[in-house]
């Protein structure tokens, strides 16, 4: 399943940055980074990720709460609605 991640960043985005560098994104096996998007402020993340185990964020979110803030949302491809929309 996918999952739309909205970071909002309390730090500034180089410590942000500088940690991602220093120790990468230090997910656990079976959470899959997809892509991300970075507003133009570089206040907030907006990062597609996969999983079929949601339980798996909080073991990934521990390791930035201190830097930011996390709302997870599960989410369907357009592709996928249409899909469930036929003969609707």
């Known amino acids: 399943m996918l999952y739309m ?12 940055y500088r940690r991602l560098r220093e120790k990468g994104r230090m997910m656990p096996e079976g959470l899959e980074y997809v892509s991300s998007w970075i507003d133009v402020d570089l206040t907030r993340c907006f990062q597609l990720m996969r999983t079929e185990d949601a339980d798996l964020f909080p073991l ?3 390791n930035w709460k201190d830097l930011m ?3 997870i949302v599960p989410v369907h491809t ?7 929309m036929k003969g609707k």
Do not use: M
């Open 60 to 62: 990934w979110t521990d």
């Open 5 to 16: 991640v909205y970071e909002h960043f309390k730090v500034g985005a180089p410590q942000i």
């Open 78 to 84: 357009s592709a996928e609605v249409r899909e469930l």
């Open 69 to 71: 803030e996390f709302e």
